[in-house]
């Protein structure tokens, strides 16, 4: 098993095909190991230095299908190697950055992440790696970084390639879905292509704003599709009703009603922080009452 350091790093023999940045996460842990699976020898880079020793280990902190296999089997053939230190991009050929984009306590963009590290990166990025954002970005976010790059000295090739698998399935969905692709140019976008290709039926080309914008309308959507439902139930409540009686009734045999999900708890922060990336884009003028009828 390969031990917590970087001592590889300048070991040409040794140098991993990918690594992931955060990627001791629900977005990078997976994707790893199915690119293990696929035969690539993959980083592990994560400032979590106990999620990192514990995923060293054998050991996961959350549940995803499919997940415990992959993560036996790889660290089994040696394809995983691990790091704290963001020295560990240095010579990877393929850089993965599951960082994204939070909202602030005001619930705008908060585009400190991904400059933080961008900052950390730079002296050791060179002109001939591949680096994949893969989590929420804000729109113009994939522009801005390749601008900033180039402003200091580094041209390496940019992709935008946007997850939109649910938590719990990632596995599964990873090899199922078709994956968004986008580059900052012409060989990135398909350097991108090329290495999706190897674990999704298909890829879908996009340029990199159609991609962001892609990835926060996809969530932005489900947000607002289990906002109505919960609304609904709220007031079907109190009138005494059940609204799982009145949304059978209308889902019945009635096909434009058919992908109205059941009212229930919706997991995980991405739906409304999305939602909020496009809001603050459009200078928050992204509400129901601005619709038209």
């Known amino acids: 098993m390969s031990t917590l350091s970087t001592s590889d790093v300048d070991d040409e023999s040794r140098l991993p095909d990918v690594c992931i940045v955060g990627g001791a996460g629900h ?3 997976p994707l790893a ?10 980083r592990i880079q994560d400032l979590n230095r106990t999620a990192i020793e514990s995923i060293q280990s054998g050991n996961l902190s959350f549940h995803e299908e499919g997940v415990q296999h992959l993560l036996d089997q790889a660290l089994q053939n040696n394809m995983l190697s691990f790091t704290t230190e963001c020295a560990g991009i240095a010579g990877v050929p393929v850089i993965v950055v599951t960082i994204g984009t939070p909202v602030d306590e005001f619930l705008n963009p908060d585009t400190r992440v991904i400059r933080d590290w961008a900052d950390g990166g730079i002296p050791h990025l060179t002109d001939d790696q591949l680096i994949v954002l893969r989590s929420t970005v804000s729109p113009g976010t994939t522009k801005w970084l390749a601008r900033y790059l180039w402003n200091h000295g580094r041209q390496s090739h940019l992709a935008f390639c946007p997850e939109r698998i649910a938590q719990g399935f990632a596995v599964k ?3 199922e879905l078709p ?28 340029n990199p704003m159609e991609a962001e914008f892609a990835r ?3 969530n932005s959507c489900r947000y607002v599709v289990f906002a109505a439902v919960t609304q609904f139930y709220m007031l079907a409540s109190q009138q005494g009703l059940d609204s799982n009686r009145i949304l059978s009734a209308c889902r019945y045999k009635y096909p434009r009603m058919s992908a109205m999900p059941d009212p229930g708890l919706t997991a995980g922060p991405c739906l409304l922080k999305d939602t909020m990336q496009l809001s603050a884009f459009s200078n928050n003028r992204f509400h129901w009452d601005t619709m038209p009828c």
Do not use: K, M, N, W
């Open 173 to 175: 969905e990873l090899r």
């Open 27 to 29: 977005i990078g842990l």
């Open 33 to 42: 190991l199915v690119l293990a699976d696929c035969g690539h020898r993959v």
């Open 179 to 206: 994956q968004l692709i986008s580059g900052t140019c012409p060989q990135a976008e398909q350097r991108a292509a090329d290495r999706f290709d190897e674990i999704a039926p298909e890829v879908v080309r996009l």
């Open 216 to 218: 926060l309308f996809t």
